[in-house]
């Protein structure tokens, strides 16, 4: 197939990164203050949370790397949709998302701090934080592993100039830049993702040929669920650790996705986002799982798994489309970056830099924030060429999450449920289920059964320990618990 990428694409792709730097330049003339930056000044419209929510979801590893996993594995790689995302999502919009508005915070670690303790706030502000420069990482790997299928770069010279562009408009623009952005890329991701399906089943003649020609190859591919010894993905590590843990976690206390929630300009508006969210999250299976079946079928000549997608949309799509998906895709990758950046800046500048430094001038959190997220680029950058040294986006990102997601979510979940936790019980659970994780991540133990684990290790360490602590005053808890606000 030509390598030679058309005139038309290059046009589309050069068009699209001016408008990006262009809407999130605009956008930053009405950042005035912190609030501004890192909560758009709770301005944002229910149907712009939804999208961006989408975008910053389905992007490093959330359609590169899951189309990657669908290369690998099959259409098993959907259970993170259908069993995972869509019913902790529901939850999110019901339960902590109200929760979280009744408390008035900026970040989930803010909640926790006050739910628990500021040493509670700290360090879940430092694990996340931790974590997200490694998904800004990968992020940029991916993006620049796009580039290079798609134009021919140098793995560097992909991880330099996204890195540039984004960071103009998240710098600039905050959070604002980033969920209106997102909003129009994700727009282009799905059109162009459909005619990648409908170009795709016509090129493998018609989704009979198409199945006909996995199922001869690759029959093991159609299983829905993995044989429970499976090295990635166990049947039942995927109910228990997946369904149970990793997406609750993910869904009800990712600070990457529910900051957008919590600049919303209403409580309602912020769940009304994430419920048309978890709706847009039933078309996504079918969209970034089927590019890395008709990679398999088409015999890509690639040398990752994650790069099935990128194949897909330069040997597919013809010259206009093509260029409009690599965009969009390109897009899907970015609202990874400059989501964790603004989202991270925020962790560091209000709840480790704001609780360590009491005396700190908060006025300046403004000017901190924006430099903070300079440098938290720029160590991404410098760390992403070793991402490929890890095998598949995916699998990585997971076993990350599943390190400190079952502490994490334990503590949310007593949290907001139960007045018998104490603030003592949430530290010595959360450094101990992170400790404990570590150890069995070690061992060597499939990382869904690891999240699965430490989750009930900490509801039971929680507890136990209660039982000995002092709890919090019941004039504060009623703020933050949310049986109390069904009454």
């Not at 930056?37 to 712009?48: E, H, K, M, Q």
């Not at 990648?196 to 090129?203: C, D, E, N, S, Y």
């Not at 996995?214 to 166990?234: I, R």
Request: hydrophobic share 55%; proline share 4%; charged share 10%.
């Amino acid at each position: 197939m030509d390598s030679v990428v058309h005139p038309l694409d290059l046009l589309i792709i050069m068009a699209y990164l001016g408008v990006v730097t262009w809407v999130g330049l605009k956008v930053s003339r009405g950042v005035h203050n912190e609030k501004d930056f890192f909560l758009a000044g709770r301005s944002l419209a229910w149907y712009v949370i939804g999208l961006s929510i989408i975008g910053t979801n389905i992007s490093a590893e959330g359609y590169v790397g899951a189309s990657g996993g669908a290369y690998k594995v099959g259409v098993a790689q959907a259970n993170f949709e259908w069993i995972g995302a869509i019913p902790a999502m529901i939850l999110a919009s019901l339960i902590f998302i109200p929760v979280y508005w009744r408390a008035g915070v900026y970040s989930i670690p803010e909640y926790m701090g006050m739910r628990y303790n500021g040493s509670v706030r700290v360090l879940l502000a430092l694990i996340t934080s931790t974590f997200a420069v490694f998904a800004i990482a990968v992020g940029l790997w991916a993006m620049a592993l796009t580039l290079q299928t798609y134009l021919d770069w140098p793995i560097w010279v992909g991880i330099l100039v996204t890195g540039t562009v984004v960071g103009l408009y998240s710098i600039a623009g905050g959070l604002r830049a980033v969920a209106y952005t997102d909003m129009m890329q994700v727009i282009v991701m799905f059109a162009g993702s459909l005619v990648i399906v409908a170009l795709g089943i016509a090129q493998t003649d018609g989704f009979t040929g198409f199945a006909v020609k996995l199922t001869e190859h690759n029959p093991d591919h159609l299983h829905a669920f993995l044989p429970a010894d499976h090295a990635d993905f166990p049947w039942p590590g995927v109910l228990m650790g997946l369904a149970i843990v990793l997406s609750p976690a993910y869904w009800c206390g990712s600070q990457t996705i529910l900051q957008r929630t919590l600049g919303a300009r209403t409580q309602w508006d912020a769940s009304a986002a994430m419920m048309a969210a978890a709706f847009g999250k039933t078309l996504v299976p079918l969209l970034i799982v089927f590019p890395g079946l008709l990679a398999l079928v088409m015999q890509a000549d690639i040398a990752y798994p994650d790069m099935a997608l990128p194949w897909v949309i330069k040997n597919v799509l013809p010259p206009g489309l093509s260029g409009l998906m690599f965009i969009a895709l390109i897009a899907a990758l970015q609202s990874t970056v400059d989501s964790a950046l603004n989202s991270t800046s925020l962790m560091i500048t209000r709840d480790i830099r704001g609780v360590l430094m009491k005396k700190a001038d908060r006025s300046k959190d403004l000017v901190v924030g924006r430099m903070l997220t300079g440098m938290i680029l720029v160590v991404a950058m410098l760390f992403a060429p070793s991402i490929g040294d890890f095998g598949g986006m995916y699998v990585f990102v997971q076993t990350l999450l599943s390190l400190f997601q079952g502490p994490t979510l334990a503590l949310l979940v007593m949290g907001a449920f139960t007045r018998h936790v104490t603030p003592v019980a949430g530290l010595v659970t959360l450094v101990t289920g992170v400790a404990l994780s570590g150890v069995l991540t070690l061992q060597e133990l499939n990382m869904l059964y690891v999240a699965f684990l430490s989750f009930v290790y900490a509801i039971v360490c929680l507890i136990v320990v209660s039982f000995f602590t002092p709890k919090l005053p019941d004039d504060v808890l009623n703020r933050l618990v949310w049986r109390h606000e069904s009454r």
